[in-house]
Structure formats: C-alpha cells, structure tokens
C-alpha cells in the first residue's frame, strides 16, 4: 500500500560540495566522544567511572528522569575523561579506542515471535531506545506512553544532507527487522516516507504504510509527512525514527550487537573531495575531514547538516543522531554597502536585487554570514511561502517569545520540531533566532503542561 | 582596505557603550557586519531588513522626481509662465530645467528635514534604550516629503515629524511594535492640529500662498487656484484636468502622490520583488472600485440629484477614483506596510479590500477634506490584529475539529 504526498511550499538550497556518491571506509578514529547536550532534556547518571575499560554496546549513563533509559558507549576501550561544564553538568565523555572493537554481546531477538513489552524492554536495555523520538515536543520517547503511530523519513531534501536512498543500500534485512519490531510497539502503524521517483531501500518493506514524497525541502522532514498523514493532536503522542538509525536498530536484534557504524557524507563548499564514509557515532572528524580533502582552514565544521546541525569544531565528534559533516566558509568578513548592491553569489527568496531567482540549478557556496543583522519582526507572509504546514509560523513564533501557553497549544506547537522552522529561520529578514525560539517554546510546555 | 580595519577596530574598543548603536548604525550602513550564525541555521538568506527597505525606497525615486518635475510645473503653470504638457508623459513642457530646479529647490528641503530630525529621534531612542537603529524610517522618511503639500512650511513638518516618530512608534517599543504606520501618523497630525493649511486651497501649488498673501496686502494679481481635484470635485465644481492629465501625474495634489502611472510602476516593482504584498494592493483597488460602483449605481438610479452636494465625487466614474488624490499612493506604499497591516495572507484580502472601499466612502462623505486615504488606511492599521484573530481563530477551530472527529 502506498500513497502519495506533494508538497508544493519550500525551497530547495542547492549547495556547493554535495557529496559524491561513492563509499569509502574511513580510519578508525582513535578518540570518540559523547556528548549528552546531543540528548535534549536527559540528565545524565553514568554508571561507569573514569578510566574503566569498557566494551562497545555497555551502558555509560542512564536518564535519571527515566532512568530505564539507557546509553551505550559506540566502541570499545577506555572512558580517558568526563569534561563538566557550570554546575557539574556533564558535557562530554571521550573514549580512548581499542583498534578492535569488543562487543557486549546480546542474544540475537525473535522479532516475529516477541510481544510488545518485550521488544521495549530490549531496546531499553540494548541502549537503542535513544534513537526513537517522540512529538511532542522532539524529545527522546516517554517509555510509559505508547505512540498512534510511528513515522520514518526515508527522503533527503535538506541541503548536503546524507541522501538515504544511497546510504541505506544494502541494509534491507536490518531495517525490515527494525520496523518490524516497531510495529509492534503502536497501536497504528509504521509510515514511512520516500521519494516519488526513488529506489529507496525501504521501497520494498513490509509492516509498514508506504508514502510517495515529492517537493523541495521541507518535504523530506518528517514533521511535514506527520502533518500530511496523520497531524499529532492535544494528548497524542507519535513516534519518529531516523531511517540510518533502523539500520543500528535492527543489527542488533539480528546479531545482538550494538554496532554504532553509518554511512556518514562528508560535505560541504570548503572540502576538496566530498564523498561517503563509514564512520561510528561519536568519531572523531579531524581524521574524515583530512580524507576528505579541507580545502579551506577558516571554515566551520558542523555535525549535521546546514540548517540544523551543531557547530563542533575541527576537533570534534560525530553527533549521535548525525549522518552529515559539513565543512562550510566562515563568513566573519565586512562587505562594502553589502546591503544594497546586486547579490548573485547568496540564495534569496525575494528578487530585491537578489538574483537567485534567475539561475534555478546554481549551487552556491554559502558562509555562515549572517547577511545582516538581529531585529525585530517587520515582513510578513514570507515564512509562509516555505512553511507547508496548517500552522502560523509567525504567531506561533510570538506566541513562544511572550511564552503564551494557551496561544501555543492551540496554534500547534504539539506538532511541532525546532527543524521545522530551519527553512523560515533561513529565509527570515529579522535574523530571528526560530529555532531555538521553538525549541525554549516546547521546553516550556513540556515542563508546564506535560 | 584600510576604513575597513579602522572601522573595525572603532567598533571592537567601544563595544557595549552609550553611543555604540549610533556608530553601528552608521558602520553597518558601510559595511554589511561581520556576524555569522550562532545555532541554528548555519546559512542565512541574503536579505535584510535594510535591503528590504531600501526596495521600497527605490520603487518611491520615481515618484519622488517627478514630484519635484511636477512641484515646479504646477507653479508655473500657476502663474501663468508655463506650457501644458497636454497628456504627452514625455512632453519637454514638463521635463524642463525650470521645473526641476523650483521643484527641487522646494522639495529637497522637506525630504532633508524628513530624514534628519526622524533620524535623530531614532538615534535617541537606540542610544537612550540600547538597541540598534532599525530600519524602518529609512521608509517612513521617504514616504513623508511625498504624502506633504508642496508648500508646508519646515517648521511644521519638523514638529509632525518628532510626534509622528515618537508617539506613533518608538513609545510602543520601535519598529515592528507600532500600530500605526507612521508616515500616515505624521500626516495625520498634520491635518487635525494644522487644518487650515492642509485643506485650504492654497498649499497644494507652490506660490499659492504666497500669491493670496500679496493679494491681500493690497497688489493687484491674479489668485492662484491651487485646488485638487478632489478639492474641485467637493465643492461641485467643474474640472479642467483631462483624464490623461490625471493618470500621468499633471495635477496638484501632495507632492509624491499625483502619477498613477510611476504608482503603478512602483507597485509592479514591489511586487516582482515579493516586498511588496500583492494580496493587499489588489483587494484594496478591487475594495476602491466596488465602492465606486455602489455610488455610480445611486447616481444611475435617481437616488440623488445635482443639487445634492456629494453629486459631483459620487457621479465620478468608478474607476477615476483610482487616478485622482492619494488613493494609489496609500495602496500602494502605504497600506503594503508589513507591520500595521495584517499579517496573515488571508486576512491581507480583507485588509486591503477594507481600505479601498473605506477610502473612497470617505472621500465622498467627508465635507471637510475630500480625502479619504489615510484615514481608511489607519483606521484599517488598528482593524489588523483584530481581522488577524478571525483568520487565526479559524485555523484554531480547524485543529479543534480533529481532535473532535478523531473521538466522536
């Protein structure tokens, strides 16, 4: 059974240095880190001390709001330091790397043959819990709420992004596995998104709703699919996957290994060589970003991709829910009347002297230059020509500034992510901060509302 | 680039002072800043606020022109020196050397004082509050010499101008804030504290004034008529423009706002941009003919007779509406305003269409002032959040509805 989605607002980014679709192995990094900032609203207990050897797949840290919720360490080796931030918040746990990773070796699951608990209880214990979402409020899923539906976006529109259609090849058996097992832990069913004209892997699954998905960006987020299909009400809750981490999901029900590995795209304008590699959660990117050719050394090195990712620097680590490196120009630089004069070289939705319009198929090479500076909302209705859901942007925007709960519940935010307001954040002449405007928004609710 | 480095250094030494706005404010006027993403999307559009407003003021350079063009005409035509460019757009009568020159000589000064004193109470503000210079009056500081009769003294538009920019936006916080678009503040102002100048008949040609003055000191001259043709049109008397007079801008009027025809460029041109709110400037020219149309039928129907003194503006043919007074203007630079008009696209149809059709009710009820825009459009400006909370209202229901559907 499939069906079709069209999205018809957005905006496709074309950017300089997508990724070449070839696949290489990258070196094993020697340092891998995590980063529990990469897990919004979890407060870290680890259950290791420094210095202890641990083994790929042993829990380091569990949730102490739900302290069912476990996280595993991706590799094997040595837990060499826990970094603290203002009041002894954990910011990060670097692992020294044993050249060879050791397992801690779960029995290989009968998914056809478990019932729900079970499944759950697995995936809590195995750590793979983690990697399943839930709106609202984009947070890791509540273990004692059971989702309507679950929602996977196997279709890339965002720009540089990872395209799954290339990096889930070869990965049938672990995602029919993993979705198989989700299924069961619904009371409606699996959807999953892909592209019209796609060979999508995921193309051929079963225990799942099959969508059609055409459009540019946003259309491949699966905040846009969730409204198209079955928008989260008041008191629902639904559940979203990230189609690489069915991938993790599901080799370990098959081998009862947690093996943390995924195909990762290097790109981005200030690479000489963009291209895949495979790569574990955690790595460390100096290594990839030297296979990858830097072209350019004052640049920005983002876990993610453009519009959503984190900043980590040169020497940081692959973020957990992460298949995208992009290295792109800082653009920390004056321009001479930038203001007013013609832009050819920046992508525009208006034609205010903005010629982006004209050339449709450029790529640009854009920089983190703001193009302008903060200020308060003046121009209306160009958030909506890039926002393809039933929702306000703007005043759902206002509603969280002036922290006006009733506004945001009835104006949708319990469907909402801060990823959907990265295209409206982008395109914003104020330089309004839209996504962590949502985000503070959401954290609000959650904490007064529930 | 050795301003740049200077500049630079400048900004980073006086960082977090008093008078670190007012700098920024002129170094960002050089030099787009050198801020990058912090969070969030790593890439930003290339479009500014300042680059959005100065879209706006390039569709207005047209205007401003040829009301300088038209400033120096319109006297000479006056008092009797000039040659009537006769419905020729091109025609070297109006394109002279004389008209600029009188023109600008009279239009500059307004434009100079404009900007300077609405700049300087901006300066105040960010500096007194701490935020940046927003962007707005680069705006409202254009639009405001073109909304002014041509001979409004400075003094005038000095005091309208610190009232328009203070009450009308900086005590609600600024731009963004206000609630009132604040050109059409100013000239509100002007009208209700000033009313004998700005619906005499007399301010509306340079020299009128100053004419009427000498008459009355004893000289004998011909008077000027510096009438509009609204002005005309409301005391039931005959106009002598022709219809072409009319649509390519020879008539008087407010100095910016007599040539359709670049109005309708400079619209086209906020449209084609995306500045500009097409859903507005269509449903309010739509609103401004369906009143017309209602007032033609009264006509056509007998309803009222030539001795009723609103036969004249309520048998104009509907659609000349469009190409007299400052209709075409309001809808065009005025009612677009992202911030006094609604903010949902649908509402903007609703917005716009009110305006269009208030104007022209007003234009023709009002005995004291045949003018009916900016009134329309700053009564709309307070309807806004109102019309907003309908059309939200209705997604809010929308939402609701599922919710009811999915547990009934």
């Known amino acids: 059974m499939s069906r079709d989605i069209k ?119 195995s750590g793979c819990w983690p990697f399943i979402m839930q709106r609202p409020y984009h947070i890791i899923a509540r273990t004692n709420k059971t989702p309507k539906a679950i929602f996977i976006s196997g279709y ?43 060979n999508s892997p995921l193309r051929a699954m079963k225990d799942c709703v099959l969508h059609n998905v055409s459009g540019p960006h946003p259309a491949g987020n699966v905040g846009v699919q969730i409204a198209q299909i079955d928008p989260v009400n008041k008191g629902e809750v639904v559940w979203t996957v990230s189609a690489q981490d069915l991938v993790v999901i599901g080799e370990l029900l098959r081998t009862g290994k947690f093996n943390a590995e995924r195909v990762v795209a290097l790109a981005g304008s200030s690479l000489g060589a963009p291209q895949y590699y495979t790569a574990k959660i955690g790595s460390a990117v100096a290594p990839l970003i030297q296979e990858a050719q830097l072209a350019e050394s004052h640049s920005r090195v983002i876990s993610g991709e453009v519009l959503t990712g984190s900043t980590i620097g040169h020497e940081g680590y692959l973020g957990y829910y ?87 519940e009835v104006l949708g935010m319990y469907e909402l992510a801060p990823e959907d307001f990265a295209l409206t954040e982008f395109v914003c002449v104020s330089k309004q901060p839209h996504q962590r405007i949502i985000r503070e928004g959401l954290d609000l609710m959650f904490n007064e509302i529930g | 680039m050795a301003l740049k480095e200077t500049l630079h250094n ?19 006027f050089l030099y787009a800043p050198n801020e990058t993403t912090h969070g969030g999307t790593h890439i930003k559009g290339a479009d500014d606020l300042k680059r959005t407003m100065n ?24 008092i009797g020196e000039g040659v009537a460019a006769a419905g020729d757009f091109f025609s070297t009568a109006f394109w002279n050397w004389d008209n600029l020159v009188f023109g600008a000589w009279k239009v500059l000064p307004l434009v100079a004082v404009s900007y300077i004193v609405g700049l300087t109470v901006e300066f105040i503000f960010a500096v007194i509050k701490g935020h940046e210079v927003e962007e707005g009056y680069l705006v409202t500081g254009m639009l405001v010499p073109l909304i002014v009769p041509v001979d409004i003294p400075l003094w005038m538009l000095t005091v309208a101008v610190v009232f328009g920019v203070v009450i009308g936006k900086e005590v609600f916080g600024g731009t963004g804030m206000n609630i009132l678009n604040p050109a059409l503040t100013i000239r509100a102002f002007l009208f209700f504290a000033y009313p004998t100048w700005m619906s005499g008949d007399k301010v509306w040609v340079a020299g009128a004034q100053e004419r009427a003055s000498q008459i009355a000191s004893g000289l004998e001259l011909d008077s000027i008529s510096g009438e509009t043709i609204l002005g005309t049109l409301a005391q039931n008397k ?144 307070v309807f806004a959040p109102t019309i907003d909370h309908y059309v939200i209202q209705a997604n809010v229901k929308r939402r609701m509805n599922r919710l009811k559907v999915k547990n009934a």
């Open chain 2, 10 to 28: 400048l900004k980073e030494k006086h960082k977090g002072q008093k008078m670190a706005p007012a700098f920024n404010a002129i170094h960002t």
């Open chain 1, 322 to 408: 992460d298949n995208t490196i992009c290295v792109i120009p800082e653009g920390d630089d004056y321009e001479f009347f930038g203001w007013n004069k013609p832009v050819f070289d920046k992508v525009s939705t208006t034609r205010a002297l903005t010629f982006s319009w004209l050339q449709p198929k450029k790529k640009f090479a854009l920089t983190t230059n703001t193009n302008g500076e903060h200020r308060a909302f003046v121009v209306t209705g160009n958030y909506e020509e890039v926002f393809p859901m039933d929702i306000y942007p703007l005043q759902t925007l206002k509603a969280c500034m002036v922290k006006d709960l009733d506004q945001m």
């Open chain 1, 156 to 198: 890339t529109t965002a720009p540089l992004a990872a395209d799954l259609d290339f990096a889930l090849i070869g990965k049938e058996d672990d995602l029919q596995l993993a979705i198989t097992a989700l299924s069961k832990l619904t009371t409606g069913s699996v959807h999953v998104g892909v592209g019209q004209d796609s």
């Open chain 2, 55 to 78: 879209t706006v003021i390039m569709a207005l350079v047209p205007c401003l022109v040829f009301g300088m063009f038209n400033a120096g005409y319109q006297h000479y035509m006056a």
């Open chain 1, 7 to 125: 999205i018809k607002k957005g905006l496709n980014i074309n950017l300089k240095g997508e990724a070449e679709k070839t696949l290489s192995k990258a070196p094993r990094a020697k340092v891998f880190a995590l980063r529990p900032e990469n897990f919004h609203l979890v407060t870290p207990k680890l259950t290791v001390k420094e210095g202890a050897k641990i083994k790929a797949g042993e829990v380091l840290f569990y949730d102490k709001k739900q302290e069912s919720v476990t996280f595993v360490s991706p590799v094997s080796g040595t837990l060499k330091s826990v970094e603290r931030g203002p009041k002894r918040v954990i910011t990060q746990l670097t692992i020294e790397a044993d050249l060879k990773d050791e397992f801690l070796a779960h029995q290989p699951f009968d998914v056809e043959n478990a019932d729900a608990e079970a499944i759950k209880a697995h995936l809590l214990a």
């Open chain 2, 238 to 381: 005959t106009v002598d423009y022709d219809l072409w007079d009319m649509f390519l801008g020879f008539i008087p009027g407010s100095v910016g706002e007599t040539s359709t025809i670049l109005i309708l460029l400079g619209g086209l041109f906020l449209v084609f941009t995306k500045i500009g709110s097409w859903r507005i400037m269509l449903s309010a020219v739509i609103g401004a003919l369906v009143m017309g149309m209602m007032f033609n039928g009264v006509v056509d129907a007998g309803w009222i007779d030539s001795s009723s003194k609103f036969y004249s503006l309520m048998s104009t043919p509907f659609w000349v509406h469009l190409i007299i007074g400052g209709l075409a203007f309001g809808i065009v630079y005025m009612a677009t305003d992202p911030v006094t008009a609604s903010q949902t696209n649908k509402g903007k149809w609703i917005y716009g269409f009110l305006i269009g059709f208030i104007s022209v009710l007003i234009r023709v009820f009002n005995p004291a002032y045949p003018e009916g825009v900016f009134l329309a459009i700053l009564l709309m400006n």
